[in-house]
Nanobody
Framework: QVQLVESGGGLVQAGDSLRLSCVYV??????????MGWFRQAPGKERSFVAA????????NYADSVKGRFTISRDINKNSLYLQMNSMTAAASAAYYC?????????????????WGQGTQVTVSS
């Protein structure tokens, strides 16, 4: 059994920064080899890829729209995943989901991920 719990969402103004966190817990198995990712979904839109990181944090992938502004990181010892979001715009307003993959890579497709959190809402006012 795997659980992912996001936190850190909220209401910010355009240009502000925000840091999302995700803690993943498991019973009966280790997650040390899981690739992790962040996705987002705005009302009326499909869930889309934001950023991903491989099992040991050495490889990351980003959506073009967030490159240079968002940074994904993880603390394996704390079973935690982070998303630092800087220079935010209204386009970043969405529910953000933490996801875990049974693969070790920094995958980018929703189909590659096996476990999902409940999401945390981010709203950017312009």
């Amino acid at each position: 059994q795997v659980q992912l719990v996001e936190s850190g969402g909220g209401l910010v103004q355009a240009g502000d920064s925000l840091r999302l966190s995700c803690v993943y817990v498991t019973s009966g198995r280790t997650l040390r080899l899981y690739g992790m990712g962040w996705f987002r979904q705005a009302p009326g839109k499909e869930r889309s890829f934001v950023a991903a990181i491989n099992w040991n944090g050495t490889t990351t992938n980003y959506a073009d729209s967030v490159k240079g502004r968002f940074t994904i990181s993880r603390d394996i010892n704390k079973n935690s995943l982070y998303l630092q979001m800087n220079s935010m715009t209204a386009a970043a307003s969405a529910a953000y989901y933490c996801a875990g993959s049974s693969g070790a890579s920094a995958d980018t497709r929703t189909a590659d991920f096996d476990a999902w959190g409940q999401g945390t809402q981010v709203t950017v006012s312009s």
